[in-house]
Structures are given as structure tokens and as C-alpha cells.
């Protein structure tokens, strides 16, 4: 199971890739308003610093709703480092974009999944990653659901869990077989205990 740390903190990513346990990172606007990053240009840049530091891929979300703003948003943070992950937002917009991502080649998130059918769209779309919101779910069983269906038409779409919240959520993860984990390091710090 990867690890992508759930930060924009430069000092936190820095910690965790000097851990040796960082496989990505895994990123999103409130985290880096929360860094006290506001314009465009800032953004990007901050990005690029990310990418830097780390050696595995990040995820970068689009700011854009619209089709066309999409497209243009997420090839211009595809073209920013070969790390970039586009991430997505799971609407009919963002459906018709990962598709056209995925013709080109440019490698895509699928974010805010709760539920199997969105799951089922975003992988027949042809998204390299879906993030699914284990603390929203309060249950396991969605998660196992799409791995199951995943697994039975061997889509190659990975499944990264994010919103986690205890240990018992990476544990249950680990389980059920999940592709990726995304989670402050603290909490992966935790297990150290258990």
C-alpha cells in the first residue's frame, strides 16, 4: 500500500520523503490557501517546489468547473512537471475531461467518489486514480464494493483513500488490498503504537 502525505506544507513533506515512507503527495486548494497561498502563479510555483522535494507523484486539482477550463487547466499543470497528477472533480464535465486526458496520455485523479457508481464511471473514463472519502463513508463497505468490481473487469484505475482519520481506517485499508493511502503523518506516525 502507497502513502501520499495530505499537505501542502513544504517543512511536512520534507519530514515525511526524509522518512523514507513517502510515496506521493496528495493535494488540494484548501490546503494550500492554508499555506497562505492565494494567487495562480503562486500555486503553480508551489507545485513545482513540491515536486522538488519529492520523488513520487503529486496531486494537483483543478480550480476549473467548465469542460473547456478543465481541459486547458489540467494540460498547463500536466506540462508543469511529469510528477503532476490532474485531479478532477467527478461531474459530467469532469467525466467528459478524463476521458479526454486519458487519450492524451496525461495522467488523472478522479476526486470527491462516494459511491460505487460514481467508482464505476470514473474508472470506464478511464481515470489512473480515484480518491474516496473514508471518513465521510464511516464504513468500509463502498470501498470493499468498488475494489471487488475493480478487481472482476481489471480496470487499472488505482483506488486512494483519503479523509483518514485513525489508525483503524490505513489498517482496514491494508485489509481490503487499497492502492494508496492519504493521510497527515501523524497518523501514520500512530502506528508506531499499535
Same mark, same amino acid.
Given at each position: 500500500?502507497?502513502?501520499?502525505?495530505?499537505?501542502?506544507?513544504?517543512?511536512?513533506?520534507?519530514?515525511?520523503?526524509?522518512?523514507?515512507?513517502?510515496?506521493?503527495?496528495?493535494?488540494?486548494?484548501?490546503?494550500?490557501?492554508?499555506?497562505?497561498?492565494?494567487?495562480?502563479?503562486?500555486?503553480?510555483?508551489?507545485?513545482?517546489?513540491?515536486?522538488?522535494?519529492?520523488?513520487?507523484?503529486?496531486?494537483?486539482?483543478?480550480?476549473?468547473?467548465?469542460?473547456?477550463?478543465?481541459?486547458?487547466?489540467?494540460?498547463?499543470?500536466?506540462?508543469?512537471?511529469?510528477?503532476?497528477?490532474?485531479?478532477?472533480?467527478?461531474?459530467?464535465?469532469?467525466?467528459?475531461?478524463?476521458?479526454?486526458?486519458?487519450?492524451?496520455?496525461?495522467?488523472?485523479?478522479?476526486?470527491?467518489?462516494?459511491?460505487?457508481?460514481?467508482?464505476?464511471?470514473?474508472?470506464?473514463?478511464?481515470?489512473?486514480?480515484?480518491?474516496?472519502? !473514508? *471518513?465521510?463513508?464511516?464504513? &468500509?463497505?463502498?470501498?470493499? /464494493? $468498488? %475494489? +471487488?468490481?475493480?478487481? =472482476?473487469?481489471?480496470?487499472?484505475?488505482?483506488?486512494?483513500?483519503?479523509?483518514?482519520?485513525?489508525?483503524?481506517?490505513?489498517?482496514?485499508?491494508?485489509? !481490503? *488490498?487499497?492502492?494508496?493511502? &492519504?493521510?497527515?503523518?501523524? /497518523? $501514520? %506516525? +500512530?502506528?508506531?503504537? =499499535?
Amino acid at each position: 500500500m502507497y502513502y501520499f502525505i495530505n499537505t501542502a506544507n513544504l517543512y511536512k513533506i520534507k519530514e515525511a520523503e526524509n522518512l523514507g515512507l513517502l510515496d506521493g503527495v496528495n493535494t488540494n486548494t484548501s490546503l494550500i490557501v492554508k499555506e497562505g497561498i492565494i494567487k495562480t502563479n503562486d500555486r503553480y510555483s508551489h507545485y513545482k517546489n513540491i515536486c522538488n522535494i519529492i520523488s513520487g507523484d503529486l496531486n494537483a486539482d483543478v480550480i476549473s468547473t467548465d469542460y473547456n477550463d478543465i481541459i486547458k487547466e489540467g494540460e498547463f499543470l500536466s506540462n508543469l512537471d511529469k510528477k503532476i497528477i490532474v485531479k478532477v472533480p467527478l461531474t459530467i464535465d469532469g467525466i467528459k475531461a478524463i476521458k479526454y486526458f486519458s487519450i492524451k496520455k496525461i495522467k488523472t485523479n478522479c476526486t470527491l467518489v462516494f459511491s460505487t457508481g460514481q467508482a464505476l464511471l470514473a474508472a470506464k473514463a478511464g481515470a489512473n486514480y480515484i480518491s474516496i472519502f !473514508i *471518513g465521510r463513508l464511516y464504513n &468500509t463497505n463502498i470501498i470493499k /464494493e $468498488i %475494489k +471487488l468490481i475493480y478487481d =472482476n473487469y481489471f480496470f487499472k484505475t488505482k483506488i486512494l483513500v483519503t479523509s483518514i482519520i485513525n489508525t483503524l481506517h490505513i489498517i482496514s485499508c491494508a485489509k !481490503i *488490498g487499497i492502492d494508496i493511502i &492519504t493521510a497527515p503523518l501523524n /497518523e $501514520i %506516525k +500512530l502506528l508506531l503504537n =499499535n
